[in-house]
């Protein structure tokens, strides 16, 4: 089973290693095959399933901010459009390129 560094995680979802280290601690966030720190890995197949979920989060309008990352709700988001009065939970001006 072929296995994905933090490097290319991030790249895959578009974010830098802070953000993904972020996001790692998001309940729906696949697991590390292995590896502590610096060195984790995970399962491609894992990447890949959580990627289609990102992408279908975004694409239906939603915005996902650097600060909700540990808590977003990724499954629901990829379900269901976010609705005619949507504003962002949280925003950081500093690292989210949305007002």
Known sequence: MSTQTQSQVASTLG???LALWSLSSNPQFPQPASGSDKSVLWNSGDI???????TSAKSRGW???TAALPTFDFVHAAANSPGAYYRPAFT????????
């Not at 890949?48 to 990102?54: G, K, Q």
């Open 48 to 54: 890949t399933t959580f990627t289609a979920l990102w």
């Open 92 to 99: 950081d001006h500093l690292f989210d390129d949305f007002p």
């Open 15 to 17: 974010i830098n290693v």
């Open 63 to 65: 915005k996902i901010s």
